[in-house]
């Protein structure tokens, strides 16, 4: 059996360059295969191997205080769903190329799975307010499954969000919006731009969609995630749509 697993932490880099190489030469070490980002803002991975490799790996890795908090989320395949590993440095582990929006200073609120199905089940927030469950995946993703009811743009790529969004900012006014991705990553920045974009009440969901299928399983989700690997989607018990 083969253990995945995906996480990112916004944390200050003061020297991405010689994380690439340390990360690199860990994940030869361990014979892991995937894809690790590496940028001024933080870090994002997605790496396959056998159980005690990855273990391992995560161990050297959290040891280090700046990624310590780092919250990941695994799931299991009989193959390694990668055909090789990279780890580059980038502008962004997430691009987005919006100035001023930097989680790795501040974490934009936060709603937990648990609670978002009670809202789902309720129909309204703590407060008694109307919900918007926002997708800021792109089109290809969210053919594959979303959140029902869930607000979908029609976008190509992460960038094209705010434009995208402009138009349906007065259906918006006076409700909670909670931000979604698969992962977590994409709702960090998009939340962060949509409060200072004047949006109103805006969380993002803790551990994206993955997160929720860890914590809660498949109520009010439709279908399946799309995974950026050879798995290509994941159910809500993170079986993968090919063996």
């Known amino acids: 059996m083969i253990r995945n697993l995906a996480a990112y932490h916004f944390v200050a880099i003061d020297d991405p360059a010689a994380l690439v190489e340390q990360l690199r030469a860990r994940c030869v070490d361990d014979r892991l295969l995937g894809t690790v980002l590496v940028a001024d803002e933080g870090i994002n991975c997605f790496l396959a191997g056998a ?12 040891a280090d205080r700046r990624f310590a908090p780092m919250a990941i989320k695994y799931s ?46 309720d129909g309204v927030d703590d407060a008694g307010r109307a919900l918007c469950l926002l997708d800021t995946r792109n089109a290809q993703e969210v053919a ?12 190509d790529s992460f960038t094209q969000l705010p434009q995208a ?24 920045k998009s939340a962060l731009w949509m409060r200072d974009a004047g ?24 279908d399946r995630c799309f995974v950026f690997d050879e798995r290509i989607a994941l159910d809500p018990q993170l079986r993968p749509l090919l063996p």
Do not use: M
């Open 144 to 155: 594959y499954g979303t959140f029902e009811g869930a607000l979908t743009l029609p976008i």
């Open 199 to 222: 949006y109103g009440e805006v969380l993002q969901l803790e551990g994206g969609i993955l997160g929720y299928f860890e914590q809660v399983g498949g109520f009010g989700f439709r």
């Open 76 to 121: 299991d395949s009989g193959t390694v769903p990668f055909k090789r590993l990279r780890v580059k440095r980038r502008r962004e582990i997430i691009t987005f190329r919006r100035e001023g929006i930097a989680p790795a200073n501040e974490r934009a609120p936060a709603v937990q799975p648990e609670t978002l199905a009670r809202w789902l089940r």
């Open 51 to 62: 159980t005690a490799a990855v273990e391992a790996f995560v161990a050297w890795l959290t």
């Open 165 to 188: 969004l402009e138009a349906h900012r007065d259906a918006l006014q006076d409700k909670t919006i909670v931000s979604f991705c698969t992962g977590g990553v994409r709702c960090e």
